[in-house]
């Protein structure tokens, strides 16, 4: 889905322009080699309309600076809704993870293209990225709020296991 760093910075654009055109919010996301995940908040029930429109401007795009023609993604976008703040904070640390768990990077926040690393502060906050959502489940002051995310983030480094042959997107059993 993502061949280079060009193809991330396309979906940066696009995912943008769908935000601002739905009026959503991504209050985390990671973009993996083969696929994405987006913690997303919609004030209309639109998540479809919407990632039918980010997924199917990605996709030409994307086909046509590599020269290729049909599908890009296989199957339907998979949603569930977060509705409790310890759901929220458990969707939030498995974004952040992801590229830990798929064997790509030592530490979340050394993987570029994703929300982790912003969300803490440590790199510019893309345009699209409403980070403040996830700090104040942790407390009303930004900074305590970015140290204690962080703290519950790397708590569960430890326990990561890549298991060779795994989908990335999956957790590894403990």
Not at 103 to 117: C, F, K, N, Q, T
Not at 118 to 139: M, S
Request: with cysteine; net charge neutral; hydrophobic share 45%.
């Amino acid at each position: 889905m993502f061949l280079d760093h060009e193809d991330r910075l396309r979906m940066y654009r696009i995912l943008e322009y769908t935000v601002r055109k739905h009026g959503w919010e991504i209050r985390a996301f990671v973009l993996m080699t083969t696929h994405a995940h987006l913690l997303v908040w919609t004030p209309l029930d639109d998540l479809s309309r919407g990632m039918q429109l980010l997924l199917g401007i990605y996709a030409q795009a994307f086909n046509k600076e590599h020269a290729r023609k049909g599908h890009l993604v296989g199957a339907r976008f998979w949603s569930t809704v977060v509705e409790r703040p310890g759901h929220a904070l458990e969707v939030s640390r498995y974004i952040a993870l992801n590229p830990v768990r798929a064997g790509l990077v030592e530490r979340p926040d050394d993987w570029r293209w994703g929300s982790y690393a912003a969300t803490i502060g440590n790199v510019p906050c893309p345009q699209f990225l409403a980070p403040n959502w996830v700090l104040e489940l942790f407390d009303d002051d930004p900074f305590r709020a970015a140290t204690a995310y962080k703290a519950f983030v790397d708590a569960a480094i430890p326990a990561i296991r890549v298991v060779a042959g795994s989908d990335p997107g999956t957790p590894a059993p403990a």
